[in-house]
Structures are given as structure tokens and as C-alpha cells.
């Protein structure tokens, strides 16, 4: 770690990304707070033009700022989406300074926006681990989880419904069946009723057979069957007969 001047109103500190510039006293909004330096790049010298590190600051088309150096503290200020400093650019004095555009508190990180070329460069394809963007993603993670939950109930409730259908239609036709065989047992109640109620109607004939209707209309004509055997019917000739010969 860099030692800082302790009237300084700012250390060297762990930050999401590594090591990130914190406040150590309030800051106003408005101080200047930091100068960004190094030495200045030359666009037209070869040499100068050659060198390519992630602190480079461009001031113009010419002249670059070399922020590599250690003894730049600045170079330790992460970038933000939503910063609470900016760089304040002075292209004719060749001079860069961090410069509040927010109250910031102590313990606070400063940080100030890259710019767009940083970001697409450097930033964009690792992701930008800013607080916003932190806050963008975690929010975007929410919603995708809460997307999935509510896709996921959307599914459970769908399957419920078909179960329940299902569980409906087997209980519809095992309702059916059961009237069915219901009615079947039903008939083939009806039905043995009915020939339990013939074999006993044949018994009564039966017992009346053998009983009491001897003496009623089956009775009379056993008489006559009786009478025609033993000759009785044929009397009246015989004594037509009889009568004849006489
Ligand atoms: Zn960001």
C-alpha cells in the first residue's frame, strides 16, 4: 500500500475489485480532490505512441497522461457508472483532477466514469463490477429468478389441473361402471326373483295337484276318465241292445 499524507482526505483500500481510493474525512461536493499524473505522452513520438497500459489518460489528440506511475494515488480510483467524482480535464495545463461531484462520506470508495471508450475497452467485456451495474445485475438476477418461480408455479399449477381431469375422468367412469354393474346385479336380482317366483307358483300347482283341487275341475274328469274305463258311459247301448234282442 502507497503511504498517503495523513491530511489527506483519502487512503488505499480493499474494494470489490482489488484496491479501490476511500474517504477518510467528508468531502464536499465540488473539492478537488486528487491530481491524475504521470508523465505526458507524446502521440506524434513513436516511442511514446508504442505504449499502451490501462492508465493511460488522454487530455487531447496529442498529449496523453502516463498514469502508471506509483506515485499517482489516483490511479487506485476505481470506475463507476454512477460515480460520486469526475475528471476534471485541463488540456492546456496538461492536468487531470479528481474532483467531487458528490457529498462523499467517510469510508465512502471515489470513483469517477472511465468514459466510453475505457469501458468498451477494458470493462465491457469483463463486466463492469461497479456498484450500479452490481445493483443492475442483481436485479436482473431477481427478476430471472422470480421469472423462473413464476414460470415453474405456472407449470405446477397446469399439471394439478390435468391431474385433477384425470383423476375427474377415472372417477366419471368408474362411476359408470359401478351403475352398470349396479344395474346388472339389479337385473339379475329382478330376474332370479322372478324364477324363484315360478319354481314356487309350481309348487303350489303342485301341492293343489295333490290336495284340495282333486275335488275341482281335475277331480271330475279323473271321475270321467274313471267312469269311461269302467264302462258306464257305453250303458245305453248295451240296454239299447238288450232291449233289441228282447
Ligand atoms: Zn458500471
Given at each position: 500500500m502507497p503511504t498517503i499524507p495523513s491530511n489527506k482526505p483519502y487512503r488505499v483500500g480493499r474494494s470489490l475489485t482489488g484496491l479501490g481510493l476511500f474517504a477518510t474525512k467528508p468531502i464536499k461536493k465540488g473539492t478537488k480532490i486528487i491530481r491524475y499524473f504521470g508523465p505526458?505522452?507524446?502521440s506524434k513520438k513513436k516511442k511514446d505512441d508504442a505504449i499502451e497500459n490501462k492508465y493511460l489518460f488522454e487530455l487531447n489528440d496529442r498529449w496523453t497522461i502516463?498514469?502508471?506511475?506509483?506515485?499517482?494515488i489516483a490511479r487506485y480510483i476505481n470506475h463507476a457508472c454512477k460515480p460520486n467524482a469526475e475528471s476534471d480535464v485541463k488540456p492546456r495545463k496538461r492536468?487531470?483532477?479528481?474532483?467531487?461531484?458528490?457529498?462523499?462520506e467517510p469510508g465512502e470508495e471515489i470513483n469517477y466514469d472511465y468514459g466510453t471508450?475505457?469501458?468498451?475497452?477494458y470493462l465491457k467485456p469483463i463486466g463492469c463490477k461497479c456498484t450500479a451495474c452490481e445493483k443492475k445485475r442483481k436485479k436482473k438476477r431477481a427478476e430471472a429468478r422470480a421469472e423462473k418461480a413464476r414460470l415453474k408455479a405456472k407449470a405446477e399449477r397446469k399439471?394439478?389441473?390435468?391431474?385433477?381431469k384425470l383423476a375427474k375422468a377415472k372417477k366419471?367412469?368408474?362411476d359408470k361402471l359401478k351403475q352398470k354393474l349396479e344395474a346388472?346385479?339389479?337385473?339379475?336380482a329382478k330376474l332370479k326373483l322372478k324364477l324363484n317366483g315360478h319354481s314356487n307358483g309350481a309348487k303350489a300347482n303342485g301341492k293343489s295337484l295333490n290336495?284340495?283341487?282333486l275335488n275341482g275341475h281335475a277331480g271330475k274328469s279323473a271321475t270321467k276318465m274313471v267312469a269311461a274305463k269302467s264302462g258306464i258311459l257305453a250303458k245305453p247301448q248295451q240296454l239299447r241292445e238288450t232291449r233289441a234282442s228282447a
Open positions: 505526458l505522452l507524446d502516463d498514469g502508471s506511475v506509483r506515485k499517482n492536468k487531470v483532477f479528481i474532483r467531487a461531484i458528490k457529498n462523499i471508450d475505457y469501458f468498451k475497452a399439471a394439478l389441473k390435468k391431474a385433477e366419471q367412469l368408474k346388472k346385479a339389479e337385473r339379475q290336495g284340495k283341487s
